[in-house]
C-alpha cells in the first residue's frame, strides 16, 4: 500500500501498516526505529555524515562533449552556477547536495522542487519530504506539505534522487530495510546504558525471613534499596535486618559479550551503506589503515560504495536538469572525482608525473588544477624522452639535443674540448691491425 493511499484518512496507534512502513516499526528486538533513532546510533550517524559529507563537498560541473569525442567546460552554461555554486538563495553548492544526499542515505529518496523564470530553470529549492504517485491516467505527480499548504507539483517541477530500488517510483528506504539490525544495535545500547547506570553491578535477590506485607516490601524498597541505586551511589554499602539475605545474580561479561555485540553491530550497520569500519573509526579485525592499507580500503569504497551513488546522481541531473535540447548537444554533468585524491599529496603527485611523462596532461592544466597560475611554456605535451616535446619527438635535433644534454651533465664545459671522438681516431704509422 502507496503512502498516498493513507492521505485523507484518519490515522491511529492500530494502523501498523502505515507506521511499520514509513516510521520503521517494530522489531525483534522490540525497539522502535526510524530515522531520528536510527540516528542516535554512532555508526549509523558516521556513516550518513561520511557519505553525504564526501559525496557532497564533491565538485560537480557541466561539460560538452564535441563531434571528435573530445570535451570543453560548459561552465558559461546557465545550470552550471545552480549545479557548482549555489542552488538556491538560502544555500551553497555543498549545503544543497550534503542534504540531498543525507536523505537519500536515510529514505533511498531525496526530492527538491524546481524554480522557472521565464521558462528557465533557476533554483533548486531545499530538500523536501514528497509523496509520488500516479494519477489515473499514470501521470506521476509529487505531494508535499509547504509551510502547512498541500502542494501537488508535476513530474517536471520536482527533480527527484532515487536510491537502490527494484524500478518503481521509489528508492527503498535503508532505514526500514535495515530495522532489525538497527533496532538490535539500539536494543544493545541501551542495555550498555542500564549497566553503566546501576554502576556495574548485577542484579539480585533479597530473602525475607517471613512472608511480608505489601507495605512491608514497599517500605524496605525505599528504605534499603533505593539509596543504593544508580551509579552515583557506586561504593556504598547495604546494612541490612537480622534475619535478611542478599543473594546476588550474576551474568559473566563473557556470557554477555557486551563488546563483542556491540563491534559486530558497528560492522553490521557499515554493510548496509558499503562503508569500510575503519572510515567511521571502528578498526575490524584484519585492517588497518597505515601504509598502502588505507589506499586500498579508499579505492574499495570509491569503487563499490561512493562510484554507483555518482552515476545514479549524475544520470538523474541529465534525465532532470538537462533540457533535451541541451542533451543533444552532448551537455552533460559530472562529479571530479580527482578531489579524493587531494588528500593524500604523495598520490596526487604520482598522479601527475605519470599524466606528465606520459603526454596525455600539460602542466598548465596540473597547475590549474594546484590552483597555480600558468606560466610561459606549460601548455606543451611532453613524454618521458628527456621531456621532448611530442612534435619533436623522433627529430634528428631532439636527438642530437639529447645527447647534447647528457654530455653536459657528464662533463663541464671546459673540459669537453678535449674529448676525442671516437669516429675521428686514426691508426697511427705501423700500427697494423694491432688492437
Same mark, same amino acid.
Given at each position: ?165 527494484? =524500478?518503481?517510483? @521509489?528508492? +527503498?528506504? *535503508?532505514?526500514?530495510?535495515?530495522? !532489525? ?7 544493545? $545500547? ?44 557506586? =561504593?556504598?554499602? @547495604?546494612? +541490612?535486618? *537480622?534475619?535478611?539475605?542478599?543473594? !546476588? ?7 554477555? $559479550? ?47 560504495? @561512493? ?129
Amino acid at each position: 500500500m502507496g503512502l498516498v493511499s493513507w492521505l485523507g484518512r484518519k490515522l491511529g496507534l492500530s494502523d501498523g501498516p502505515f507506521w511499520s512502513a514509513y516510521f520503521g516499526g517494530e522489531t525483534w528486538s522490540g525497539k522502535t526505529v526510524s530515522a531520528d533513532t536510527a540516528m542516535q546510533l554512532s555508526a549509523f550517524w558516521g556513516c550518513v555524515r561520511l557519505n553525504s559529507q564526501r559525496l557532497g563537498t564533491l565538485p560537480i560541473t557541466l561539460f560538452k562533449r564535441e563531434q571528435d569525442g573530445s570535451r570543453v567546460s560548459a561552465a558559461d552554461h546557465p545550470l552550471y552556477s545552480i549545479l557548482h555554486d549555489q542552488p538556491n538563495a538560502d544555500q551553497t553548492a555543498a549545503e544543497y547536495w550534503t542534504g540531498m544526499i543525507a536523505r537519500l542515505c536515510l529514505c533511498g529518496n531525496a526530492f527538491s522542487e524546481k524554480s522557472f523564470e521565464g521558462g528557465r530553470l533557476v533554483a533548486l529549492q531545499p530538500p523536501q519530504d514528497m509523496q509520488p504517485y500516479r494519477t489515473a491516467e499514470g501521470e506521476l505527480r509529487f505531494r508535499f506539505n509547504d509551510r502547512g499548504k498541500l502542494e501537488d507539483l508535476p513530474e517536471e517541477r520536482v527533480f527527484h534522487l532515487r536510491g537502490f530500488g527494484l =524500478g518503481g517510483d @521509489l528508492g +527503498l528506504s *535503508p532505514v526500514a530495510y535495515a530495522r !532489525q539490525t538497527l533496532g538490535i544495535a539500539l536494543a544493545t $545500547e541501551e542495555s550498555a546504558g542500564k549497566t553503566f547506570a546501576n554502576g556495574m553491578r548485577a542484579s539480585g535477590i533479597f530473602t525475607f525471613p517471613t512472608d511480608p506485607t505489601p507495605a512491608q516490601r514497599q517500605q524496605f524498597q525505599q528504605n534499603y534499596i533505593k539509596p543504593v541505586e544508580g551509579s552515583e551511589n557506586e =561504593g556504598k554499602s @547495604l546494612v +541490612l535486618p *537480622p534475619g535478611f539475605k542478599w543473594q !546476588q545474580i550474576n551474568i559473566p561479561p563473557k556470557d554477555a $559479550e557486551m563488546l563483542v555485540s556491540r563491534r559486530h553491530n558497528v560492522e553490521e550497520i557499515c554493510r548496509w551503506f558499503s562503508t569500510p569500519p575503519i572510515l567511521v573509526g571502528h578498526s575490524s579485525e584484519g585492517m588497518t589503515a597505515w601504509g598502502s592499507g588505507i589506499e586500498q580500503i579508499n579505492l574499495f569504497w570509491l569503487t563499490y560504495g @561512493l562510484d554507483p551513488e555518482i552515476k545514479r546522481i549524475e544520470q538523474a541531473i541529465r534525465r532532470s536538469l538537462i533540457s533535451p535540447a541541451d542533451r543533444s548537444r552532448g551537455i552533460y554533468a559530472e562529479f571530479i572525482i580527482d578531489a579524493l585524491l587531494r588528500a593524500d599529496s604523495a598520490a596526487r603527485a604520482q598522479h601527475y608525473s605519470t599524466a606528465l611523462q606520459n603526454g596525455w596532461m600539460t602542466r598548465r592544466e596540473v597547475r590549474r588544477k594546484e590552483n597555480m597560475p600558468p606560466m610561459p611554456g606549460d601548455d606543451i605535451l611532453t613524454v618521458q624522452s628527456n621531456l621532448v616535446p611530442l612534435d619533436q619527438l623522433g627529430s634528428a635535433g631532439a636527438s642530437q639535443n639529447a645527447r647534447e644534454a647528457f654530455r653536459a651533465w657528464l662533463m663541464p664545459e671546459d673540459q669537453q674540448a678535449d674529448v676525442i671522438q671516437i669516429s675521428d681516431v686514426r691508426r697511427l704509422p705501423g700500427e697494423g691491425n694491432r688492437r
